[in-house]
């Protein structure tokens, strides 16, 4: 199935760095999500984006929705160890209402 | 305010049979998906509906898998003659539209199905 590229697939860091990960496709997109999963469960969603250019914060996370439409990052501020898991972003086109989502970044946080 | 609910959470089964998942959605939603993900990949789409209209289908969804939301409520996903490469996390998600919040779908915990 169709999934968009995401970066970087992988990343280990210490405690108390920041993170950034980035999510890019070809078609342009009226609406980004991002989710972290943990093993085994359903992804939680984290942040919802709905306009180019916008910039939403939820605690230490923040994302952005780049104005090309095409792309949307995600970033982790002082990063803790329970920030490990799975993160994927999943972006939505005009005219229909399915997810299409990322290849997702494994984020793994040393103490 | 319950979330997406999602059952068995664990089903094992031999090759060639039959397997049902049922999902219920957040109670106000009018939308409800399929996703299907295997190990290391991101969830892939397989259906949607809107109310009890099956609206769009992935071609991932071979013809021996049948989902239904027959009230627009619950939603089954049904596979028939499993194969080993149906193993797989099946999740549910659901949304409703607002002006707010778009169209910003909750997934629930999944349903881990294991072929034998």
């Known amino acids: 199935g169709q999934q968009l590229n995401q970066s970087p697939q992988s990343m280990f860091i210490q405690e108390g760095e920041d993170v950034s990960m980035n999510c890019t496709s070809s078609?342009?997109?009226?609406?980004w999500l991002w989710y972290k999963q943990d093993p085994g469960e359903g992804p939680v969603l984290l942040i919802a984006l709905y306009k180019a250019g916008e910039l939403t914060s939820n605690g230490r996370l923040t994302a952005q929705f780049g104005i090309t439409r095409k792309d949307s990052f995600l970033n982790i501020s002082a990063s803790i160890p329970s920030d490990v898991g799975i993160y994927f972003c999943a972006g939505q086109t005009s005219g229909t209402y399915k997810y299409i989502f990322g290849t997702g970044t494994r984020l793994k946080v040393l103490a | 305010d319950t979330g997406v609910s999602q059952n068995p959470r664990h089903k094992i089964t031999k090759r060639g049979q039959n397997v049902t998942f049922r999902c219920d959605p957040i109670s106000e939603h009018n939308r409800l998906y399929w996703y299907r993900q295997t190990l290391g990949q991101g969830p892939e789409f397989l259906t949607y509906?809107?109310?009890?209209?099956?609206?769009?289908k992935s071609r991932l969804l071979s013809d021996r898998f049948s989902a239904e939301r027959p009230k627009g409520s619950f939603s089954t996903l049904e596979i028939q003659r499993t194969e080993q490469g149906d193993s797989a996390m099946y999740l549910c998600?659901?949304?409703?539209?607002?002006?707010?919040?778009?169209?910003?779908?909750?997934f629930g915990e999944g349903s881990w199905l294991t072929v034998v």
């Open positions: 998600a659901s949304s409703s539209w607002s002006g707010d919040s778009g169209n910003t779908i909750y």
């Open positions: 509906f809107q109310n009890e209209a099956q609206l769009e």
């Open positions: 078609s342009i997109f009226n609406t």
